[in-house]
């Protein structure tokens, strides 16, 4: 790359350590990087040496239409790294390939895991859901039923609480991006508020706490507060357009905007209306989160505000200096990210990030930004701003506050090392 | 699955002859701000096509299987630790070891007063807050290769074995839908409770 291209208008330094102006990518220059990937403008192509052929897929007829397709068996590398409790198949998690992927939308059978027993062989056509306890009238609820009642759609994250936690380890964790932050999915949800349904039941006065519970064999079930239940809690059918994966809690699931995703529970087969709590296994000897002094928050439902830098991250190789495109993940369970920052220098010096459309509540947010690698060692970070003002903390700083052990709600700032021969680590800085 | 737990005085059960509230108004009773900010209004305000089956209590019966710390929900039935010993030796040991303070997953015993060091250990004895969380997760879930088939009384023996282990309860104690709710763990007021949020976390 000349000198000339790098000091025109567009390439304006704006934090330390070769962080460019997000406007890059809305001026003409930005073209050139529609070429996507880590590597883009890194440096200038050597001359071809060879005149172009055509390759042999231009001249054979290409393969017929399929019912259902699937993805280039070049991209069978694309996978979810996978672990499950020792002696067991079905119990623990699969973490969304965020390194792999672009955009907000998780493709659903990338859609991260978290299973307590297994996923459960649900015939549909025999699947029920039951509302009752503090109700007027309980009822019943069959998929074919739940499908005629109003849908609506939003585009929203689902993250596990122990989302982040390796991070909490003494040592950062040397794992792709996705093993430490995997845990958090985007999808378009369609389904039926639940409110709807539970107008239809008939909530009594007293009534304070719902209880969800799945049709799997750990009958996983947790308390969530009528006031969720009524603003934005919806019955779950469709993820991405199909219904949902069994993975996801085929044919139904709970899903409630912005909580720790061990609320949304899937395989919905049943709502009571309680009055108190239940203090359930899931809600009191886990998802409760553990301080120095010893005692435990309990009931912190809601995510917190949150970024991570998915290109470079942790595992992947730059390819020489030159001009990048930093890219990332943002999002909060209290609305919309206002800003993403980004810095290249561990945190001296910061720009702002340009956030790519749509800007959707409880949604991922995408964001770019465009960097010059001069060669030298760099410690790249993202920090993320909400709607309401919440600030993204530092790693200490959430160490300050929580101590080491809370083991849920980890949304500390992801700090990744690129070292001078181009690799790029996990690092707490 | 347990046959159909029989109802103590259960609130939730109770039917109530006074008219329910609609959401909307409940919403506002309950204090959501703005709730048509977050969520259209239209939304919370339309009617479903009311295709929901009405049940009976009993025909609910054997899905009904919540336990709360009240003791609602708990079913006839009783068990010792002694008993629960027999029952923890064929059910549990491959993965909870002998005495369940060690073993491939979640330990059960032991960690008394680890909390606020270093490295807690949570068990049923040092953290779980109420007891009758033990008998629901037992029931519902375990053994893990054969959820919900052991009876009520050999749940209330193994729910009494691992009292008994962490020092909780004597080896004779019987723990019924009586006594159980009045077991109290060592950890019940180890817990914060921050819902409703009163600031900003």
């Known amino acids: 790359m000349t000198g000339s291209r790098c000091s025109g208008r567009g390439f304006e330094q704006v934090a330390g350590n070769g962080l460019l102006h997000r406007r890059l990518f809305l001026t003409k220059t930005a073209s050139l990087a529609g070429a996507a990937g880590l590597g883009f403008m890194t440096a200038r192509p050597a001359a071809a040496q060879a005149q172009l052929d ?135 949800w369609t389904g039926v508020p639940l409110s709807v349904l539970l107008d239809e039941a008939g909530v009594e006065p007293e009534a304070r706490w719902i209880v969800a519970e799945g049709a799997d064999s750990a009958a996983m079930n947790r308390s969530v507060p009528m006031a969720k239940a009524l603003d934005d809690a919806m019955i779950a059918l469709y993820q991405n357009g199909e219904r949902l994966r069994p993975d996801n809690g085929y044919p139904m699931r709970l899903f409630l905007p912005g909580y720790e995703g061990n609320m949304s529970i899937k395989w919905l087969r049943r709502i009571e209306v309680t009055a108190e709590p239940m203090m359930t296994r899931e809600e009191t000897s886990k998802y409760t989160d553990l301080l120095p002094d010893g005692r435990a928050l309990q009931f912190t439902f809601q995510m917190g505000v949150k970024s991570v830098i998915t290109s470079p991250s942790g595992g992947l190789e730059m390819q020489g200096p030159g001009l990048y495109q930093i890219s990332g993940i943002a999002w909060t369970g209290a609305g919309r990210i206002r800003r993403v920052e980004v810095s290249a220098d561990g945190g001296q010096t910061w720009a702002e990030a340009a956030l790519t459309d749509p800007l959707l509540p409880i949604s991922l947010t995408r964001f770019r930004m465009p960097w010059r690698w001069d060669g030298g060692p760099a410690v790249l970070q993202s920090r993320a701003i909400d709607e309401t003002g919440a600030v993204q903390p530092t790693r200490a700083a959430l160490h300050a506050r929580l101590g080491t052990r809370f083991d849920y709600h980890h949304n500390a700032i992801q700090s990744w090392l690129v070292a001078a021969d181009g690799a790029v680590s996990n690092i707490y800085a | 699955m347990p046959s159909g737990p ?196």
Not at chain 1, 138 to 146: A, I, K, T, Y
Not at chain 2, 91 to 111: F, K, M, P, W, Y
Not at chain 2, 161 to 170: D, K, M, P, S, T
């Open chain 1, 54 to 188: 055509v390759p042999e897929w231009t001249k054979v007829p290409g393969a017929p239409m399929s019912g259902y397709g699937s993805p280039s068996p070049h991209e069978a590398h694309v996978q979810r790294a996978f672990f499950s409790r020792p002696g067991t198949v079905g119990s623990g998690a699969s973490q969304t390939p965020l390194e792999q992927l672009e955009g907000i939308i998780t493709p659903s059978g990338l859609h991260f895991e978290r299973h307590h027993n297994g996923i459960p062989a649900i015939d549909p056509g025999r699947h029920r859901l039951v509302i009752h306890g503090l109700v007027a009238r309980p009822l019943m609820f069959d998929l074919e039923s739940l499908a005629r009642y109003p849908l609506i759609s939003r585009i929203q994250f689902l993250e596990c609480s122990g989302n982040g936690r390796a991070n909490d380890a003494p040592e950062p964790p040397q794992v792709p991006v996705s093993q430490i932050h995997g845990l958090v999915s985007c999808s378009d």
């Open chain 2, 6 to 201: 029989g109802r103590k005085g259960r609130r939730s059960s109770r039917r109530e002859t006074r008219p329910a509230l609609r959401s909307a108004a409940l919403a506002i009773a309950l204090g959501i701000p703005a709730a048509g900010a977050a969520w259209p209004g239209a939304l919370n305000a339309q009617e479903g096509p009311g295709l929901g089956v009405e049940l009976t209590p009993e025909q609910i019966a054997a899905w009904d299987i919540n336990i709360a710390p009240d003791g609602s929900g708990l079913p006839p039935g009783s068990g010792d630790a002694r008993e629960g010993a027999e029952v923890f030796a064929v059910q549990c040991i491959a993965c909870h070891t002998t005495d369940g303070s060690e073993g491939l997953n979640d330990r059960l015993v032991g960690g008394h007063g680890t909390l606020a060091s270093a490295a807690p250990v949570r068990t049923v004895g040092s953290f779980w807050p109420y007891a009758t969380t033990i008998f629901d997760y037992i029931r519902r879930a375990m053994p893990y290769a054969l959820p919900q088939s052991l009876s009520d009384d050999e749940t209330y023996a193994l729910t009494a074995y691992l009292l008994h282990l962490n020092g909780i309860i004597g080896e004779d104690e019987v723990m019924d839908a009586e006594s159980l709710p009045l077991v109290e763990m060592p950890n019940r007021d180890g817990f914060i409770v921050v819902w409703p949020p009163t600031e900003e976390r």
